[in-house]
Every structure is written in structure tokens, then in C-alpha cells.
């Protein structure tokens, strides 16, 4: 088992930046390729970042040049880093953990699930 515990949520005006981390424990984390993932409301959650075990990212087009995602393997932890925020990106933002990286965009191939964290961005 993988447990996931997201911060770093908050309103924030938009143009602004927030950096969400997810804390990994229960197994070893650099064991697992991890998402990150986002529910608008009435919407269905959607694709927003990939990172494989070794570092290599992937991003959703809609996010892309505006969010990073790293890891420390370290500190079993994996962070959003939002840049250039916009309205439309207003969520909960979840991390999720899986064991390779096929079929990264693809929410029913992660194992592990964070409980989310709110991410607000006014106008």
C-alpha cells in the first residue's frame, strides 16, 4: 500500500503561483511513476502531469509551459509547481501513484490515490 497526502492548495489571484506537494509513505517511493490529476466542478477529472520513476515529465496540453512537476526521491515527496494561473484551473488537484509509466494519462491505471487538495483562482 501507498499512502498520499497533497498540500499547497489555497485562492490565489489569477497570474499568480502555488506549489502542491504530495507526500508518499508506505512503500518506496522511487518504486512508482507518479500523476497528478484535476476535478472542476461538475466536470470529470482530467490528465494535468506526468513524472516516470527516472524524471521524465509529461504534461497536458492545456498546462504545459505553465506547470512543472519534480520529485525528490528523497523526501518521498512529487510537486506541482503552477505558474501563470487562470480561472480555468480551478480545481482539486490529486496526485496518484502507479507502478510504470504506460498509459500515464489514463486515471484507471493508477494504484494510489491522494485525497485531493482545492486549488482556487480568482479573477
Known amino acids: 500500500q501507498v499512502q498520499l497526502v497533497e498540500s499547497g492548495g489555497g485562492l490565489v489571484q489569477a497570474g499568480g503561483s502555488l506549489r502542491l506537494s504530495c507526500a508518499a509513505s508506505g512503500r518506496t517511493f522511487s518504486d512508482y511513476a507518479m500523476g497528478w490529476f484535476r476535478q472542476a466542478p461538475g466536470k470529470e477529472r482530467e490528465f494535468v502531469g506526468h513524472?516516470?520513476?527516472?524524471?521524465?515529465?509529461y504534461y497536458a496540453d492545456s498546462v504545459k509551459d505553465r506547470f512543472t512537476i519534480s520529485r525528490d526521491n528523497a523526501k518521498n515527496t512529487v510537486y506541482l509547481q503552477m505558474n501563470s494561473l487562470k480561472p480555468e484551473d480551478t480545481a482539486v488537484y490529486y496526485c496518484?501513484?502507479?507502478?510504470?509509466?504506460?498509459?500515464?494519462?489514463?486515471?484507471?491505471?493508477?494504484?494510489?490515490w491522494g485525497q485531493g487538495t482545492q486549488v482556487t483562482v480568482s479573477s
Open positions: 496518484a501513484a502507479k507502478s510504470h509509466s504506460v498509459a500515464y494519462a489514463v486515471e484507471n491505471e493508477y494504484d494510489y
Open positions: 513524472i516516470t520513476r527516472s524524471g521524465t515529465t
